[in-house]
């Protein structure tokens, strides 16, 4: 078997592990085989991913003893659709999964958020798998629970806090992982640094060449420490009352040019990388946050081919989607702002005059 890192999401009967490793996809039959005693699994992929790995994934359940279906979607944001929603309930009544059988989303955010909100919902709540095929599902969108899907009026609006049984990140799967989405994922991991852990921060900045590299070591240790901050963000505040809000650092813009462009024009990490220039600016007028600390970062995203400015985008349709945003309050867009790299504040009301000043000025090039 395979070296793992394994850390605990501590949230008492809903506690589960995070595993983390190298070539061990093949071991996750085993690993589902020690958590469900029922025999019926639907493992949800899209046609990206499936091309890959589902094969594999299948062999390996289906090798512990499970009676194995399978669904493939098509890839992209567009996928987290009432639509395709629908097609995983329907192949889970095909596959007469019960009460007792769980799903297991193979793939990257879309999948892993789509998937799950079918289990939150199916039978009114069926346990799930995460695996991440993208650095951004590893980091991110696979740890914490949070599942939903996408309105034509704006990103995750309809959802449900569902947490995974386990989360099994396989790091080998990310040889297979285009350039852009690496990077696209990589604006998540340099979120951590600035909202929690200004060592991060600093050594990601040290450490460009080996990252875009692919150096296996570093990315582990870069993986694991996302995933610590994650887990002790979502253990302290599971269902974001509170610290959990300071994970939305850049995602206010972000989710608003997403939503104004049309998903699928830029990477979800391209428009948070965007969002957090975007929030940095805005925390200098706030805060007085020093114009340094805003330069470091555009300086990262762009060693990672990360957009930091946009064109093309009129502001009143850019507001009007912040204002339907779910972290806002009434029809004010509410921002996680920073004092300094490392040290996030709690989210907070924005005005439009400010919100438009730092919009046209634009941001640091």
Known sequence: MSTLDTLTVDLGERGY?????????SELGGMCAELFGARKTLVVSDENVAAH?????????????????????????????????????????????DRKSFLVALGGGVIGDLAGFAAASYLRGIPFVQ????????????????????????????????????VLAD???????????????????????IIW??????????????????????LRELVRRSCEIKAEVVRQDEREGGVRALLNYGHTL?????????????????????????????????RGLPPEATARQAALFRAFDLPVSWAGLAWK??????????????ALPRFVLIDSIGKALLPEGVTEPVLKDVFTKGLQE
Not at 177 to 190: H, K, Q, S
Not at 200 to 214: D, H, K, L, T
């Open 17 to 25: 592990e995070i595993r983390i490793g190298s070539d061990v996809l």
């Open 53 to 97: 790995y589902l094969d594999g994934v299948v062999a390996g359940l289906e090798a512990a003893g499970f009676a194995v279906a399978s669904l493939v979607l098509p890839a992209g944001e567009g996928t987290k659709s009432v639509e395709f929603l629908a097609k995983i309930w329907e192949a889970a009544v095909v596959a007469k999964l």
């Open 131 to 166: 695996v991440p095929t993208s650095l951004l599902a590893m980091v991110d969108s696979a740890v914490g629970g949070k599942t939903g899907m996408n309105l034509p009026q704006g990103k995750n609006l309809v959802g449900a806090f569902h947490q995974p049984a386990l």
């Open 197 to 218: 852990d200004a060592e991060m921060f600093a050594r990601i900045e040290s450490n460009v060449a080996a990252i875009r590299g692919m150096d296996r070591d570093f």
């Open 171 to 193: 790091l080998a799967v990310l040889d297979t992982l285009p350039e852009r989405e690496f990077n696209a994922g990589m604006a998540e991991v340099i979120k951590y640094g």
């Open 317 to 330: 349709p850019l507001f009007e989607a912040m204002t339907v945003d779910k972290k806002a309050e009434n």
């Open 254 to 286: 972000g989710h608003a040019i997403e939503n104004v462009q049309g998903y699928g024009e830029l990477l979800h990490g391209e428009a948070i990388a965007i969002g957090m220039a975007y929030a940095s600016k805005v925390s200098e007028r706030q």
